[in-house]
C-alpha cells in the first residue's frame, strides 16, 4: 500500500457555528451505545494525533436540493483499533463555492464520539440547488483532504441532463478497484452504490491482495475491515468527488442473510448482524437517523431530482422473509429450485421489502410525477431461472424467490401510471438488460419498464454458458455477460437514457485500460431495452 502524504496543514478557522452536542448524545445514546460514550472526555482545540487522522478520506451523500451529509471518520490507525481510544474530539468542518475556501457559505462543529468509532455525519442544509460545492474537515491542526459534493435541482426544476455511474460488489480480495479511476473520469454527478460494499468472508485462492484479518463478528472487527477498503486510493478519490447513493446487500454481514435470520443460523446472528449494520453507518455518508436504537439501518428513502427524475432506493435485506426450501442445515439461498419442489416460492403473502416498505414505494409512486422513475435496489427483479428437464430453476436469494412481491410492485407501476420506470441493481456479477413485463407469465404481455444490472467490481461471476442459456430461456431478457468486471454510466436526459456499459480488460492488474463494450439506449415514452 502507498506511504498515506499528509496535505499540509492549515490555520484552523475562528468562530465556527457549533451543533448541539446534546443533539449527537442523545442519537448516540439511543442506539445503544451510551457505554462507549460515558467515558469520553472532551479533546482541547490543538490535541494531537499518533498519525494522520484523515488517512480514510472524505465522502458525502444523501443529497438534497438543499444539502447533503459530510461524512468523515477519525482513524490514526485503522487496522486495529482507529488509534483515537474514549477520547471525544471536536471536528471543524466547512463547505464553500470554491475550491480554496474563498467563499464559505456553511461551517460548523461535530463531536467525534468512540461510541460512533469517531465518525462524523453532518448534516448540511440552507444550500443553493443544483450547484457543486467543495468541503473540509479540521481537527485541531490537521485538516481533512477537500472534497466535491454537489446539491440536487430543485423539485419542479427543468434538468437538461443527469449522468449516474452504478456499481455492487468489490471483493477486495478478488482485485484493485482501478473502476473507480476510470469512473471519476467519466465524470458523473453521483455513484449509486447497491450493495456488496464489504466482503465478509476471506477468499480462499486467486487473491490478488489479502484481507488483514479473519472473518469479522465483533464491532471492531468489522470495523477494521471496513476501514481497510476505505484506504482503497481509488475507492476513496471517488467517494471525494461526488456524492454517492447506498443501500446494502448480504455481504456486509454475511453470505445470504435476510431478515432474521443468518445463513448458518447462527443463534448469535442478531448480534453479528448489529456490529455490521452499525460498522456500515460509521463508514458511510448517512444521517444520524439512519442508524435506528436497534442499531438497523434506515435505508429506504426517495431522491427528487427537479422534473427530471425520482430515485426510489430500496432495502431487500432487513425486512425480507426468509429464503425458501434451503439445504439441510442452513438458511441461505438455492439455485435450482422448481415449482414442484419448493411450492412455498409462490405463497402470495411472502415478501421481500417487507410490508411497511412495500406499502411506503407504493405510495412514492402514487406521488411521482417526475420524468424517469429510477428504482435501486440490490439484485435482479426480471425472472431468469435457468431450463432444465425438471422445469425452471429459481435462484432464490433474488426478486425470483419473492414473485408475488415483484407481482405487487409491478402492478403498482401500472396502477399508478408510473413513467418510464428504470430499475437497476446488482448481486448477480453479470451485466445483464431485460424488459420489464407487465405479466411475465405471458410473454406478449406489454412492456412496461426497463432493468438494467451491473457487475460486479472484481468479485467472479457464473459461467457464460449458464447465463447464455438463461438469457436464451427468457424471452425479456436481451443481454447478458458474466466474463467481464467494471460499472455502468448512466447518461439520463429528458429525451432518453444512454447506457454504458464500462469494463476494465483485468482487476488484477492497477492500471489496467477500460473500454466501453455494449451500449443501450432507453427512449422517454418507449420502454423497453434498445441497443444504442
Known amino acids: 500500500m502507498k506511504k498515506h502524504h499528509r496535505p499540509p496543514r492549515q490555520a484552523?478557522?475562528?468562530?465556527?457555528?457549533s451543533l448541539q452536542r446534546r443533539q449527537l448524545f442523545k442519537t448516540v445514546i439511543s442506539a445503544g451505545l451510551l457505554a462507549c460514550v460515558e467515558p469520553a472526555r472532551t479533546a482541547s482545540r490543538l490535541v494531537l494525533f499518533p498519525d494522520y487522522p484523515f488517512k480514510l478520506g472524505v465522502a458525502s451523500g444523501t443529497p438534497s436540493a438543499d444539502g447533503f451529509v459530510l461524512w468523515t471518520r477519525l482513524c490514526p490507525d485503522p487496522l486495529h483499533d482507529g488509534g483515537m481510544g474514549v477520547m471525544q474530539v471536536p471536528l471543524r468542518w466547512e463547505v464553500a463555492t470554491d475550491e480554496h475556501f474563498g467563499n464559505v457559505v456553511r461551517s460548523g462543529r461535530w463531536y467525534a464520539m468512540a461510541g460512533l468509532a469517531h465518525s462524523a455525519h453532518v448534516p448540511v442544509t440552507g444550500l443553493a440547488p443544483d450547484r457543486w460545492y467543495w468541503y473540509r474537515f479540521i481537527a485541531g491542526n490537521e485538516v481533512s483532504p477537500v472534497g466535491r459534493t454537489r446539491t440536487l435541482p430543485a423539485a419542479g426544476a427543468e434538468v437538461d441532463r443527469l449522468r449516474f455511474a452504478l456499481a455492487s460488489c468489490q471483493h477486495f480480495e478478488m482485485g484493485y478497484f482501478s473502476s473507480y479511476r476510470h469512473m471519476l473520469r467519466d465524470d458523473p454527478d453521483m455513484v449509486c452504490f447497491v450493495g456488496d460494499y464489504i466482503y465478509e468472508y476471506?477468499?480462499?485462492?486467486?487473491?490478488?491482495?489479502?484481507?488483514?484479518?479473519?472473518?469479522?463478528?465483533?464491532?471492531?472487527?468489522?470495523?477494521?475491515?471496513?476501514?481497510?477498503?476505505?484506504?482503497?486510493?481509488?475507492?476513496?478519490?471517488?467517494?471525494?468527488?461526488?456524492?454517492?447513493?447506498?443501500?446494502?446487500?448480504?455481504?456486509?454481514?454475511?453470505n445470504d442473510w435476510g431478515g432474521e435470520r443468518g445463513e448458518d443460523y447462527d443463534p448469535n446472528f442478531p448480534e453479528r448482524r448489529a456490529n455490521a449494520l452499525?460498522?456500515?453507518?460509521?463508514?458511510?455518508?448517512?444521517?444520524?437517523?439512519?442508524?435506528?436504537?436497534?442499531?438497523?439501518?434506515?435505508?429506504?428513502?426517495?431522491?427528487?431530482?427537479?422534473?427530471?427524475?425520482?430515485?426510489?432506493?430500496l432495502d431487500d435485506r432487513q425486512y425480507r422473509d426468509?429464503?425458501?426450501?434451503?439445504?439441510?442445515?442452513?438458511?441461505?439461498?438455492?439455485?435450482?429450485?422448481?415449482?414442484?419442489?419448493?411450492?412455498?416460492?409462490?405463497?402470495?403473502?411472502?415478501?421481500?421489502?417487507?410490508?411497511?416498505?412495500?406499502?411506503?414505494?407504493?405510495?412514492?409512486?402514487?406521488?411521482s410525477k417526475e420524468r424517469w422513475n429510477v428504482i435501486m435496489q440490490q439484485s435482479l427483479v426480471s425472472p431468469l431461472p435457468t431450463p432444465s428437464d425438471e422445469g425452471s430453476e429459481f435462484f432464490t436469494d433474488a426478486w425470483d424467490g419473492y414473485p408475488k412481491?415483484?407481482?405487487?410492485?409491478?402492478?403498482?407501476?401500472?396502477?399508478?401510471?408510473?413513467?418510464?420506470?428504470?430499475?437497476?441493481?446488482?448481486?448477480?456479477?453479470?451485466?445483464?438488460?431485460?424488459?420489464?413485463?407487465?405479466?411475465?407469465?405471458?410473454?406478449?404481455?406489454?412492456?412496461?419498464?426497463?432493468?438494467?444490472?451491473?457487475?460486479?467490481?472484481?468479485?467472479?461471476?457464473?459461467?457464460?454458458?449458464?447465463?447464455?442459456?438463461?438469457?436464451?430461456?427468457?424471452?425479456?431478457?436481451?443481454?447478458?455477460?458474466s466474463t467481464r468486471r467494471g460499472y455502468l454510466m448512466f447518461d439520463m436526459r429528458p429525451s432518453g437514457v444512454e447506457v454504458e456499459v464500462r469494463n476494465p480488460e483485468s482487476v488484477t492488474v492497477h492500471d489496467s485500460a477500460c473500454a466501453t463494450t455494449r451500449k443501450f439506449r432507453v427512449e422517454d415514452g418507449r420502454p423497453g431495452v434498445m441497443s444504442a
Not at 468489522?222 to 484506504?231: D, N, S
Not at 420489464?436 to 457464473?462: C, H, Q
Request: hydrophobic share 35%.
Open 322 to 367: 426468509p429464503m425458501v426450501c434451503p439445504r439441510p442445515g442452513m438458511a441461505g439461498s438455492r439455485f435450482d429450485v422448481t415449482d414442484a419442489t419448493c411450492a412455498q416460492r409462490l405463497d402470495p403473502k411472502r415478501s421481500i421489502l417487507g410490508h411497511t416498505q412495500e406499502t411506503w414505494l407504493d405510495k412514492q409512486f402514487a406521488a
Open 12 to 17: 484552523v478557522p475562528g468562530d465556527l457555528v
Open 278 to 313: 452499525q460498522a456500515y453507518f460509521e463508514h458511510q455518508p448517512l444521517p444520524m437517523g439512519a442508524l435506528l436504537p436497534d442499531r438497523r439501518l434506515q435505508l429506504y428513502r426517495g431522491f427528487q431530482i427537479g422534473r427530471l427524475a425520482r430515485f426510489h432506493v
Open 405 to 481: 412481491a415483484r407481482d405487487r410492485m409491478v402492478s403498482g407501476l401500472q396502477h399508478h401510471r408510473v413513467r418510464n420506470p428504470l430499475i437497476i441493481g446488482g448481486d448477480y456479477h453479470c451485466t445483464i438488460a431485460c424488459d420489464v413485463k407487465a405479466d411475465y407469465a405471458r410473454p406478449e404481455s406489454a412492456i412496461i419498464g426497463t432493468e438494467f444490472v451491473g457487475t460486479s467490481l472484481t468479485s467472479p461471476s457464473m459461467s457464460q454458458a449458464v447465463l447464455d442459456a438463461k438469457i436464451a430461456a427468457n424471452p425479456h431478457a436481451h443481454y447478458g455477460d
Open 202 to 254: 476471506n477468499a480462499s485462492d486467486r487473491r490478488v491482495r489479502v484481507h488483514a484479518h479473519p472473518e469479522p463478528y465483533s464491532l471492531q472487527e468489522y470495523r477494521a475491515r471496513y476501514a481497510q477498503y476505505k484506504l482503497d486510493p481509488d475507492l476513496q478519490a471517488m467517494h471525494q468527488a461526488v456524492p454517492w447513493m447506498l443501500t446494502i446487500d448480504d455481504h456486509e454481514v454475511m
